[in-house]
C-alpha cells in the first residue's frame, strides 16, 4: 500500500515512490491518493511511473482531507462519508479519484467509509445508503468495483449494509487487523461470514486494546493477534485469488524492514 504523497506522508515524486515500490520486490499494490490535483500532468507522472517499474495497481484509496484516526471517538466524527459537513466534497472527491484510476487503467476504488449508524432506519444510514449507491454508479460507468475497508462495525453489519446497497460491484476490502485495532470481531470468523464480498484485503496485524473503546496496537506482520497463518489458509478455503497488500502504517526504515519480513512471511504461507 503506498500513497500519491509519499509512502505514508513521506513526500516524494511519483517516479521515486513507483521505484521504491519496486526495490521491495513486489509487483502489485494499492495506491492511496492524496495528490489534490489529479489533472493530466499527475496522471502521466503515475503513468510512466508505474509502466516503468512494472507495477500493476488492484484499487485506488481516496485520501480525504481533515481525517483523524488519532483515537476512536476521533475516527467516528472524522472519518469517511459520514461527517455530514463533508459529505457532498468527499463524494466529489471520489469521483474524481475513481475518474483518475480509470486513467491509470486501475479496476477498483477503495475507501474506508466511516463509522455507519446500524440502525437502518436512521435517516443517516439512508444518507451513506444512498451515497454509496451512487459511488457504485459511478465506479461501475469507469468499469470499476468499489470495496468497503473492514474495521468499523462487525461483520454482520458489513453484510447488512453491502444487501441494502444492492449493487453488484459493490465488495468488502478486508483487513483482519482492523477488526482487532476497532475491538469490533474475531477477523477469521468475520471473513468467514463476509466471504462471498471480498474483492481485496490488506495484510496487517494488531493487538487488542487493552481498555474496551481504545485503539489496539499495530505491529509488524506476524507479531499480532490476527494469527497469519490462519488468516492465509482461510482465505484460500474461500478461493481468494486476489492480491495480499501489505499495510505497515509507520513511516521510515522500520517501515521498509518490517514490509520485508512481511513479504518474506507471505511467501512462506502462500507456498504452504
Ligand atoms: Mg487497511
Known sequence: MFWTGGVLGVEAPAAEIAASVRSLGVSCGQIGVHAPDLGDATVDAWRSALDENGITVESAFPGFTGESYASIPNCAATVGYVPPATRDEREQRSYAVSDFARKLGIGGLATHIGCVSEDRADPEYIAIRDLVRRVCDHCAGNDQTFALETGQESATALKEFIADVD?????????PANMILYGSGEPIEALETVKDHVISVHCKDGTRPEVKGEWGKET???AGDVGMERFVAKLKSIGYRGSLT????????QQRADIMEAIALLNRLRAQ
Not at 449493487?167 to 483487513?175: A, I, M
Not at 501489505?246 to 526504515?253: A, M, P, Q, Y
Request: no cysteine.
Open 167 to 175: 449493487r453488484p460491484n459493490l465488495g468488502v476490502n478486508f483487513d
Open 220 to 222: 509488524p506482520l506476524g
Open 246 to 253: 501489505i499495510e505497515r502504517e509507520i513511516v521510515g526504515d
